[in-house]
């Protein structure tokens, strides 16, 4: 019967006979209201939002190396994921310029440590000539043993 007052429109049909059927889902938005209630009695003046959420021990770590808080006990028991994340983007900034000096000083490493070898006169080139030489005299010592060797 409600099936021929609705008609064949769909959306009509889940708008009207959705919360009739399905009682429990009407129900639970009252309680979730409810919910919300206890939560602002419990806490005055908060307000619950989507993108709340309790930091972790490694979130509170990054919130004050970020500067975003002097110490650990001052980070509220909720934060909003957009002040965690702007601590994790300067974070993430900050190493990232570390990296970028520790490169650079590596570089500059291996400058000084290049020309003080070439000074010496300990090339790669010079490297490979000798251990070429040492492996054909290890060649040689090898057939000459072969051939003093009587079988």
Not at 88 to 102: D, E, G, P, T
Request: charged share 30%; glycine share 8%; aromatic share 6%.
């Amino acid at each position: 019967m409600l099936g021929g007052l609705l008609g064949r429109s769909p959306g009509l049909w889940r708008w009207v006979a959705r919360p009739a059927l399905h009682p429990a889902r009407a129900i639970g938005d009252k309680v979730k209201g409810a919910r919300d209630e206890a939560l602002e009695t419990a806490n005055p003046g908060y307000k619950p939002f989507k993108n709340d959420r309790k930091p972790t021990n490694f979130d509170k770590k990054v919130l004050v190396w970020a500067g975003r808080f002097k110490k650990e006990e001052d980070i509220p028991k909720h934060i909003s994921s957009e002040v965690l994340n702007a601590a994790r983007n300067s974070i993430r900034i900050k190493v990232c310029y570390i990296m970028i000096a520790l490169t650079l000083l590596g570089c500059l490493a291996m400058v000084i440590t290049g020309k003080e070898a070439a000074k010496r006169d300990h090339t790669l080139l010079r490297m490979n000539m000798e251990k070429k030489a040492k492996w054909r005299a290890e060649v040689e010592k090898d057939q000459e043993a072969v051939v003093g060797k009587p079988q």
